[in-house]
């Protein structure tokens, strides 16, 4: 697989953004975002998937069977990018929806066999893109960047 890398254009263009000089946290965290989502779109790709619907299979592969409401506050995501999610791996054959026994209102999410299957690609897709994210890091780099990224995180939930 060709991962595509940014152009020498590209390298440049952050002296060309006043964003870089006046706001260097956010552009920072808008350029990483980027970056990060488009290499992982397209390792996920190579498993069918799209960003964002390996975070929802990971959940069921930790526990199966929750509920949209369940998955929606344990990813921190909103109700309508859950239920599109979920729509998709339904169409695509990787989970299935039933109603509960209990309240016919809420609907379960559960893996199919084939949703399953898919782990081990995922859990290859994930353990690469991590391997590129931190290529030139440290082992202290890596646990800075994470206790770092869990304030922002922070700030930002308040």
């Not at 690609?121 to 030139?136: F, G, N, P, S, Y």
């Amino acid at each position: 697989m060709t991962l595509l890398k940014p152009s020498d254009k590209s390298e440049t263009i952050e002296d060309e953004i006043s964003a870089v000089t006046h706001f260097p946290v956010n552009f920072s965290i808008f350029s990483l975002a980027r970056s990060h989502h488009r290499i992982a779109g397209q390792l996920l790709r190579e498993a069918g998937l799209y960003p964002g619907q390996e975070l929802v299979l990971m959940q069921l592969w930790h526990r199966d069977s929750q509920s949209q409401n369940d998955l929606t506050k344990s990813l921190r995501l909103d109700h309508s990018t859950i239920a599109k999610s979920v729509r998709r791996l339904e169409t695509s054959g990787l989970v299935s929806c039933n109603r509960s026994e209990v309240d016919k209102r809420v609907t379960i999410v559960s893996l199919t066999q084939e949703g399953r299957d898919i782990e081990t690609r995922v859990d290859q897709a994930w353990r690469k893109l991590e391997e590129i994210t931190t290529e030139h890091l440290s082992a202290e780099e890596k646990v800075q960047f994470a206790v770092l990224a869990k304030k922002i995180a922070a700030n930002l939930e308040k």
